[in-house]
């Protein structure tokens, strides 16, 4: 076993059992992480392109309703992060009851961002007559691009609400170990790193006083 | 340490105490950058340090919350270069462009 282990770590570039040290199912996750993290990009640099070349960018994110209820929504799935990672940390210690609990704690702060979320698609849809394909400034492609980014990341979290309570009703019931835990975690945190960016890019840097 | 199949890792690395102290670190770099936002700091100050707040803390994520400063360097050094090459790339190839389509605006 030792030898066995050793080999692996003198091997690392050279594939062995395990070059990397992680279950596959985490090795699986990153991989898709760093994917979406591509994808994530290719439409913040879509959404940076068209903005800095349309000199009417519309800038309709008043700081009430809008700039405070995202602050809100980075603040739920921040914390949603928190419970999350506390639910691993239990997770590690056997403690199943107490992952349960934490990973229902993660699912709250997940539907409290989509509520928010959705009431705020609401607030633009209906007071700023704002839509996918059109708008009273005549730059489209503002809608195009705001619902294309913020629709992906909340079926992102929507997925991932999903997921985890899926998590929590195996868990509680005996099933999954903490490998499959802390692979949901990834995934979960994953989503909130990518609201770090979507929220100062898209929100913040549209905000009007 | 046991092998990948599904024992139960040795879990090196943070603490119940060293997640609330990031998470509070995050609430206030999100705070700090509301703030920006409410004192309508010109633009170019504005973006740069939105997106240097941002790097700092999905940088703090990635490490922290995601575990990665505990892994193996070998799985940072695989993932992570390609990504920030690749964004790169994409910055290089379409920003000047972008700019460029500015200019060359027809002016109504």
Same mark, same amino acid.
């Given at each position: 076993m030792s030898e066995a282990k050793a080999?692996?770590?003198?091997?690392?570039?050279?594939?062995? *059992?395990?070059?990397?040290?992680?279950?596959?199912?985490?090795f699986g996750m990153w991989l898709f992480?760093?994917?979406?993290?591509?994808?994530?990009?290719?439409?913040? @640099? *879509?959404?940076?392109?068209l903005r800095l070349s349309t000199p009417n960018w519309p800038?309709?994110?008043?700081?009430?309703?809008?700039?405070?209820?995202?602050?809100?929504?980075?603040?739920? /799935?921040?914390?949603?992060?928190?419970?999350m990672v506390m639910a691993v940390h239990a997770m590690n210690h056997g403690n199943r009851k107490a992952t349960v609990g934490w990973i229902l704690a993660t699912i709250v702060g997940g539907l409290a961002f989509v509520v928010l979320h959705i009431s705020e698609w609401l607030n633009l849809i209906n007071n700023e007559h704002v839509t996918p394909f059109g708008n009273e400034w005549g730059v489209p492609l503002f809608g195009g691009t705001f619902f294309a980014l913020t629709g992906l990341h909340m079926t992102h979290v929507i997925i991932g609400v999903i997921y985890l309570g899926i998590i929590a009703f195996a868990v509680g019931r005996g099933k999954?170990?903490? &490998?499959? @835990? &802390? @692979?949901?975690? /990834?995934?979960?945190?994953? @989503?909130? /790193?990518?609201?770090?960016?979507?929220?100062? /890019?898209?929100?913040?840097m549209s905000a009007k006083l | 340490m046991s092998d990948h199949t599904g024992a139960v890792a040795e879990h090196v690395g943070g603490?119940?105490? !060293?997640?609330?102290?990031?998470?509070? %670190?995050?609430?206030?770099?999100?705070?700090?950058?509301?703030?920006?936002?409410?004192?309508?700091?010109?633009?170019?100050?504005?973006?740069? %340090?939105?997106?240097?707040? !941002?790097?700092?803390? %999905? %940088?703090?994520?990635i490490a922290y919350f995601m575990h990665l400063k505990f892994e193996k360097l070998s799985l940072f050094l695989t993932l992570f270069p390609m990504l920030v090459l690749c964004i790169i790339l994409?910055?290089?190839?379409?920003?000047p462009d972008s700019l460029r389509s500015l200019n060359m605006r027809v002016v109504q």
């Open positions: 080999a692996t770590m003198d091997s690392v570039w050279q594939g062995g *059992a395990s070059p990397y040290a992680i279950g596959s199912k985490k992480i760093i994917s979406d993290a591509l994808t994530f990009s290719a439409l913040l @640099v *879509a959404y940076t392109y800038t309709p994110f008043h700081f009430s309703p809008s700039i405070i209820f995202s602050s809100v929504m980075t603040f739920c /799935l921040l914390s949603s992060s928190l419970t999954f170990k903490y &490998e499959d @835990v &802390e @692979v949901s975690g /990834l995934y979960w945190h994953f @989503v909130d /790193l990518v609201w770090m960016f979507i929220f100062p /890019l898209v929100y913040l | 603490t119940t105490q !060293s997640f609330i102290y990031i998470w509070i %670190a995050l609430l206030a770099m999100t705070g700090v950058e509301v703030l920006l936002a409410y004192e309508q700091v010109p633009v170019l100050i504005m973006l740069t %340090a939105l997106l240097g707040l !941002s790097i700092v803390k %999905a %940088a703090l994520i994409m910055l290089i190839i379409f920003m």
